[in-house]
C-alpha cells in the first residue's frame, strides 16, 4: 500500500512541478490527459479498496 501511496505523490509533484496546476476542469494537452487518467487508474482501486475495509 505504501507503494501506491508512493507512487502518487510522485505522479501529482511531477504533473505539478510540470504544469504549475492541478486544475482537472481544463486539460489542455496531451501529456495533461494522460496524466489525469493514470491519476485515475491508481486513485480509483485505492479508494474502492478502502471504503471496502471500512464497512467491514
Given amino acids: 500500500m505504501s507503494q501506491l501511496i508512493s507512487k502518487k505523490y510522485n505522479l501529482f509533484s511531477y504533473w505539478y512541478l510540470s504544469e504549475k496546476s492541478l486544475n482537472v476542469n481544463y486539460i489542455s494537452t496531451r501529456k495533461v490527459e494522460v496524466l489525469y ?8 482501486p485505492f479508494g474502492a479498496t478502502f471504503g471496502d475495509l471500512l464497512t467491514k
Avoid: Y
Avoid at 487518467?37 to 480509483?44: D, K
Fill in 37 to 44: 487518467w493514470i491519476a485515475f487508474v491508481l486513485t480509483r
